[in-house]
């Protein structure tokens, strides 16, 4: 079951909703495409598997619902929630996706998504949740709600990591793209990973890679999480 924060507003019209999709788990996507197709209430306007195909559909028929994946072959979906936002102000964006931290969590939301499902849901259950975003609700998992919610705790924690480590050495500081790329080596990403969800060249992730070694005085990525796990550098 998912968690849901409604606002007050009603159903717009009895006109069918337009769906939008982005989503390169081509089998997930054949699911999700049949599930809207059999939906009396909904219609499919375009469908795409990148992230260059989805800006594109961004200049085509409005969607009333964007359903958009994160990790997508040639950068990511975030880029396509930021662009929509901008472009089609009235669309309930809704993400999709196999990541649940929360740098994903909390850039989709800033982008401008209004719903957050993990896809351990199923498809027909991201049909209901596309009637309920269209209805003004925000769909979110609840491991998503909890991050949402551990948010609020997060200045007291670090106030209290500065206190544990103020009688230690002085706590190194990272960039925020230093930060970024942290946390997918802590996650267990490839450089290649990292670097097409960064939208960077390999070569790139690797010069970051080497300015957190130095910064951190490692040599090795065990070194680098340990290090940067006992530093409070980590979002766990």
Known sequence: MQAHFHSMQTPRNNSPIRVALVEDDMDFQQVLRDNINHAADMVLVSVASTRAQGLRALGGEQADVLLVDLGLPDGSGIDVIRAAHAQWPGCGIMVSTAFGDEMHVMQSLEAGAAGYLLKDSAAQSMVTEIRNIHQGGSPISPLIARQILMRFWQPEKLLLDTVELSSEKPRVKLSAREQEVLQFITKGF?????????????????????????????????????????????NE
Do not use: C, N, P
């Open 190 to 234: 490839t450089s290649d990973e990292t670097a097409g969800l960064m939208s960077v060249s390999r070569h790139t992730i690797q010069t970051f890679v080497r300015r957190i070694y130095s910064k951190l005085q490692v040599k090795s990525k065990t070194e680098a999480i340990y290090e940067a796990r006992s530093q409070g550098l980590l």
